[in-house]
């Protein structure tokens, strides 16, 4: 079968789905609008802490006072590797007729992103408990917790995406709806790794140097 000529920003199905493909191209371009709305929130949480990681410190602690950069980046190894897991799974999607190997490595994926946000609200307990760093404490906590925690509900929300679509794969099969669904999710997902590591080298890295 000819692949179309026609190719979308995402994991193109032309090869094995032309139907799917087709349908695709309109539904993968307005998610990418979606994404770019999200990452002006995240761009605006970032300018935010920009100033007041500076200028918000107050009385309390500084970023480099409350930051250890030991479970930020086995956090950033989590979701680097979640994203190479799911795209594996996408590969699955693609190119096997199994559903197996695709419920595999979104249990995978999975996994890993509940390990993640694990990993971050032991932060937030460890900060607080043992730093008295507190998000009322001042601007820059305020801030950080802010952006950090509006990132741990994003993925939150995509391990429950995750779920729900498992189920669907489970129950209706791999039809086109479904494919499309978990190309979108695949999209979401990589732009929250993108957006982690922003945070981990702006936020993590240049608070513990400053």
């Keep these: 079968m000819k692949a179309p000529q026609s ?3 995402g994991l193109n199905l032309g090869v094995t789905d032309c139907k799917s493909h087709k349908k695709a191209e309109e539904v993968i371009f307005g998610f990418w609008i979606f994404l770019m709305s999200d990452l002006v929130l995240f761009a605006a949480l970032f300018a935010t802490y920009a100033a ?15 930051f250890d ?7 950033t190894l989590l979701l680097l590797l979640s994203s190479f897991t799911f795209g594996f799974a996408m590969l699955a999607m693609k190119y096997s007729a199994s559903r197996r190997a695709l419920l595999t490595w979104l249990g995978f994926t999975a996994l890993l992103g ?3 946000v694990a990993f971050e609200l032991h932060d937030y307990y460890v900060m607080i408990v043992t730093k008295n760093a507190w ?5 820059f906590l305020s801030a950080y917790y802010l952006l950090t925690g509006t990132h741990a509900v994003h993925v939150s ?3 429950l995406w995750m779920l729900v679509l498992a189920i669907q794969v489970m129950t209706v099969g791999l039809n086109t709806p479904v494919k ?5 999710l695949a999209l979401f997902w990589h732009m929250l790794d993108i957006v982690w590591v922003a ?5 993590y890295l240049f608070g513990v140097a400053v």
């Excluded at 200028?55 to 409350?66: L, R, Y």
């Excluded at 998000?135 to 601007?139: M, V």
């Design 52 to 66: 007041m990681s500076t200028q918000g410190v107050a009385h309390g602690p500084g970023p480099s006072d409350v």
């Design 199 to 203: 945070i981990f080298t702006f936020v």
């Design 157 to 159: 929300a995509g391990i």
């Design 7 to 9: 190719l979308h920003p």
């Design 114 to 116: 509940i390990t993640f």
């Design 135 to 139: 998000p009322q404490t001042s601007g």
């Design 180 to 184: 499309l669904r978990l190309l979108r």
């Design 69 to 75: 950069l030991g479970p930020a980046l086995i956090e």
